[in-house]
């Protein structure tokens, strides 16, 4: 047996899950910086912005927890792979398009 079975080069799936741990917190950075520029470049008081990051924190949400399991799923009969792969798949995909539709 390995000696080492926590480090991370011998786990692949321990990898993918810190690199998506990584792009998730990339991700949410962005929200510190944008509260500052909705401040500066619309003159949004600290209740406006909070206001719209709810809103945004709502659809997040929804999307979460009423479409990630049958879009998973789906996505699991259609490709092949793991259940676990499919929602990370499905998550991360969700994000990028959430940040798209943001930006």
Do not use: K
């Not at 999307?63 to 929602?87: C, D, F, H, I």
């Amino acid at each position: 047996t390995d000696p080492r079975p926590h480090q991370v080069s011998a786990n692949p799936l321990l990898r993918e899950y810190l690199f998506a741990f990584l792009l998730h917190e990339v991700s949410t950075a962005v929200y510190l910086s944008w509260i500052l520029y909705l401040q500066w470049r619309f003159l949004w008081s600290a209740a406006r912005v909070g206001i719209f990051l709810s809103a945004i924190g709502v659809v997040v949400g929804v999307t979460q927890g009423l479409l990630l399991r049958p879009t998973s799923a789906a996505l699991q009969r259609w490709v092949g792979e793991t259940y676990e792969r499919a929602v990370v798949g499905t998550a991360l995909a969700a994000n990028a398009l959430h940040f798209a539709l943001l930006a």
